[in-house]
């Protein structure tokens, strides 16, 4: 959570949604297991995720847009965006 400045001069909380994802907030989005995620993951069915050290993460933009387009399997997801 992060906080900015009001109009009274002081900092409140405020709910800023999260550009990357992880594998458990994923698979809700998706209406999957987790466990299922990673075989969706491991099968080229989905877009690649960012390495964050030990973290694997997915940017929430590309999720979003990738959806959009239908959830096409990776390699067309990565043609499609070149």
Same mark, same amino acid.
């Given at each position: 959570? @992060?906080?900015? *400045? $009001?109009? +009274?001069?002081?900092? =409140?909380?405020? +709910?800023?949604?999260?550009? %990357?994802?992880? =594998?458990?907030? %994923?698979? &809700?989005?998706?209406?999957? @297991?987790? #466990?299922?995620?990673?075989? *969706?993951?491991?099968?080229? &069915? %989905?877009? /690649?995720?960012?390495? *964050?050290?030990?973290?694997?993460?997915? #940017? !929430?933009?590309?999720?979003? @847009?990738?959806? /959009? =387009?239908?959830?096409? $399997? !990776? &390699?067309?997801?990565? =043609?499609?965006? @070149?």
């Amino acid at each position: 959570m @992060s906080r900015f *400045l $009001n109009d +009274e001069g002081t900092t =409140a909380p405020v +709910e800023t949604p999260s550009l %990357l994802l992880s =594998a458990q907030t %994923l698979a &809700k989005r998706l209406g999957v @297991s987790v #466990r299922t995620l990673w075989r *969706l993951r491991s099968s080229g &069915k %989905l877009p /690649q995720p960012v390495r *964050l050290g030990g973290a694997v993460r997915w #940017r !929430a933009g590309e999720i979003h @847009s990738w959806i /959009q =387009a239908g959830c096409p $399997n !990776a &390699k067309t997801w990565e =043609a499609y965006q @070149s």
